[in-house]
């Protein structure tokens, strides 16, 4: 009888620790649910419990205080409570971890900058120091590279002049792979000067004086340098009233004078100029003057074409000797065997057109 009494009270000793370790174990998991999970490089918000010779304690919320070494906050001032942000760097077997805040900030940074990338922000750089082909500048305490050709308009040759100074620009390139980054200060300068160069040649219209920098010579004119990368062309024909071969001979490369507006496309950002066009009036007023239609006048013969003779019969002023006039009395003779460049002849005034600069002449023999 005692015996069956023992067994049964035995029996509810372990059903009662049965049911206490099954309520212990639901109690481990209810609070297990209200710790987070931690895994490794998890950026998280932490505070400052405790400051030591060589640790930091911090709370991430974790179930045991996170360790920090106090080297990476030698250059943060280090007060109990602060919040800053770090990175869980290790977990060891004994549960204890282990925090980076330079980690942090670098992970922070490069999440800056992939968004600032993705967004084409603007962004301002400190730049650090020269490098072969460019500049070395800082974004977000992240080294970047700053390409010579991405750093104004024209070739820089002075890279030290910009040490120390904040440059602002934008993201161009993102190497993930390598961690490189590449940015540009040029880019923003042609955005301002495209708004610049559409609000020039909107104010640009036909018949006006303009100045300019003679930047280009070919054999079919000149282009002119207007500001802001906005360029005219000035067609060799629109250069002298007189024939010339090559535009060098009336005007100079790196020139600065005055040019005609003749014609502004402002689709396409181009301006045609003309410098003869200035001198109109006085073209009219020797005409008028001088050259009166059934006067005979001497010439010297300064081009010989196809159609014609091209005869100069005063400074500046040419005029057409057509093959007919020409061959009046010698209709089948080729020009060049009967006419030489350089030569006088008589000729007489047929008349002009003043709406298109044109003077007409017959072949006359006294």
Request: net charge positive.
């Amino acid at each position: 009888m005692n015996f069956e009494r023992c067994e049964s009270i035995m029996n509810k000793e372990d059903l009662n620790n049965q049911i206490k370790s099954k309520e212990k174990i639901k109690i481990i998991k209810l609070y297990s649910y209200t710790i987070p999970k931690l895994e490794k490089y998890d950026l998280k918000k932490g505070r400052i419990l405790k400051i030591k010779d060589k640790i930091i304690l911090i709370d991430i919320g974790f179930k045991y205080d996170c360790i920090l070494s106090k080297k990476e906050l030698l250059k943060i001032p280090q007060r109990i409570n602060d919040l800053i942000d770090v990175i869980v760097e290790k977990l060891d077997y004994k549960g204890k971890c282990f925090l980076s805040y330079i980690k942090a900030n670098k992970i922070k940074s490069w999440h800056r900058v992939n968004d600032a990338f993705r967004r084409n922000e603007l962004v301002s750089f400190l730049v650090l120091s020269r490098t072969k082909g460019g500049l070395i500048v800082s974004l977000y305490n992240i080294e970047c590279f700053l390409p010579g050709s991405q750093i104004e308009y024209k070739k820089v040759t002075n890279f030290d002049y910009y040490v120390g100074k904040i440059l602002i620009g934008k993201i161009v390139k993102i190497n993930k792979s390598t961690k490189n980054i590449v940015v540009s200060h040029k880019i923003i300068l042609e955005k301002q000067k495209i708004k610049i160069k559409a609000l020039i040649i909107s104010n640009l219209n036909k018949g006006i004086i303009v100045e300019g920098v003679v930047k280009n010579i070919t054999n079919y004119g000149c282009f002119v340098d207007l500001g802001c990368s906005l360029d005219g062309l000035c067609h060799i024909s629109d250069i002298s009233w007189q024939r010339i071969k090559h535009p060098v001979e009336k005007i100079n490369l790196g020139e600065r004078r005055n040019f005609l507006i003749l014609s502004v496309d402002r689709l396409r950002k181009r301006v045609q100029l003309g410098i003869k066009q200035m001198i109109i009036d006085n073209w009219k007023s020797v005409i008028k003057k001088i050259f009166v239609s059934g006067k005979i006048i001497k010439g010297k013969i300064k081009f010989l074409i196809n159609f014609g003779i091209l005869v100069e019969i005063y400074p500046s002023f040419e005029g057409l000797l057509h093959k007919k006039e020409e061959f009046k009395f010698h209709y089948k003779i080729y020009p060049k065997k009967m006419f030489k460049i350089g030569n006088a002849i008589n000729i007489l005034i047929l008349g002009s057109k003043l709406k298109h600069k044109k003077i007409y002449f017959s072949f006359k023999i006294i």
